[in-house]
C-alpha cells in the first residue's frame, strides 16, 4: 500500500451534531489531504449545518437505516484506497488516527483500535464485549483484542468485499472482523483510550440488543468456522443421549423417547453444522479471483 495513497474518512452520525463540532476541524486539521466524509443517517439536528461549516462531505441518509447501513453507503462512496472508520461523538479520538495508520501501513490489511480498561463503555457493555471477544479468539485461534470497536483502518478494496454480509444495524465490526480472518487476510490492534462520548443519547438499548448479542455469537460461529460452533453442541446432545439412555437403562430397563429426540437432536445439528460449513464457504470463493484483480 502506498503510504501517500488517498485516505478516506468515513464518519456515520445519527443526531449526533455536538459530537461533530468537536471532532470536525480536529479530523480537517490532522488530516489535511484526506476526503472526510459524514454519513448522516437521518439526523433531525444540526448536523448538516455542522458538516457544512467544516468543509466536508455530507451524505444523507432521508430515514435512519442504521449504522451499519451508514457505513455501506460512506465505503461506497469512498474514493480513497484506504478508509478510517470512526464514530461521530467523541468516542473516537482524531488524535489516535495517526497510530492506527503508522500500523496499517506496516502491511495490514485492517486496523482495529481496541479499547483499553476504563474507557467509555458501560459495564454490561463492556462485559459482553470481553465475552464476544473471547469466544471470537476461541474460534479463530487468534487474540481478537476488541471485537466490537468501529474505530477502524481498512483497504478499500478488500472491505468492499463482504459489503452484501454486513447488517444495517450495529453487529457490522464483528461481521467485517471475522470476515477477515475467515479470508485470509491479517488484522492488527492499537490501544486506545475511549473517552466519555459527547454526542447526543445513545441508540443503543441493553433490553431490546439482549437478542442482538446472542445473534451475534451465533454469527461469529457461522462467519468462521460454523462446526466449531454445532459440533460441541451435537457432542452435547448425544453425550446427554447416552448418559439418560445409560439411566433409564439401568433402573427402567428401556429405551425412552427422550433418549430418541436427543440423539435425533445430535445427528441434526452435526448436519446442520456441514451444511453451514458449505454456505460459509460460499462467501469466500471469489476472494482470490479479487485479489488479482487488485493487484
Known sequence: MNPTALISIVIPARNEAVGLRGILPRVVSLMPGAEIIVVDDGSTDETPAVCADAGVIHLRHHHPK????????????????????MDADGQHKPDD?????????????????????GSQAGLHRAAA???FSRFASWMVAQPIDDLTSGFRVVRAARFRQFLYLLPDGFSYPTTI??????????????????????????????????????????????LFSPQKLFLPISAAFFLTGISYYLYTYL????????????????????????????ISALHYKNIDTDNHGDS
Open 177 to 222: 472482523t471475522m470476515s477477515f480472518f475467515r479470508a485470509g487476510y491479517s488484522v492488527a490492534y492499537v490501544p486506545i483510550h475511549s473517552p466519555r462520548r459527547s454526542g447526543g443519547a445513545s441508540h443503543i438499548r441493553p433490553l431490546r440488543d439482549g437478542l442482538r448479542f446472542l445473534l451475534i455469537i451465533i454469527k461469529i460461529g457461522t
Open 97 to 117: 488516527i495517526p497510530a492506527l495508520l503508522e500500523t496499517f501501513h506496516q502491511g495490514h490489511d485492517m486496523v482495529v483500535g481496541a479499547r483499553q480498561a
Open 251 to 278: 433402573t427402567a430397563g428401556r429405551f425412552t423417547n427422550m433418549s430418541a429426540l436427543l440423539f435425533i437432536s445430535a445427528i441434526f445439528t452435526f448436519l446442520i453444522g456441514i451444511v453451514s460449513e458449505q
Open 129 to 131: 464485549n470481553d465475552v
Open 66 to 85: 442504521g449504522n451499519g447501513a451508514a457505513i455501506k453507503t460512506g465505503a461506497r462512496a469512498a474514493r480513497g484506497e484506504v478508509i478510517v472508520f
